[in-house]
């Protein structure tokens, strides 16, 4: 079993910054996906997560609380789970 973590990106450096940062912190179980927020499917996606800025994290399809108008922050991804085998 994975835990899933999504990465809403527009290729921005804010966006790499995120992305390094999740990966960084991910473990064996956490199976990451970066998503380009240029496709059409994957705003759609990221909506109905409630994501309004990227970068944005979402953890097992419910975004972090850090991403609901700031910068992923390390503490709060980790307190959703990232980092944590399940």
Do not use: H, Y
Request: charged share 20%; with cysteine.
């Amino acid at each position: 079993m994975f835990r899933r973590i999504e990465v809403f990106s527009a290729g921005c450096s804010a966006c790499g910054d995120a992305i390094e940062l999740v990966r960084d912190a991910a473990c064996p179980s956490c199976e990451i996906e970066v998503l380009d927020m240029n496709d059409p499917a994957v705003a759609a996606r990221a909506r109905t997560l409630g994501v309004r800025t990227v970068p944005a994290v979402a953890v097992d399809g419910v975004l972090a609380g850090c991403c609901t108008g700031a910068r992923p922050d390390l503490n709060t991804l980790k307190d959703a789970g990232l980092g944590q085998a399940i």
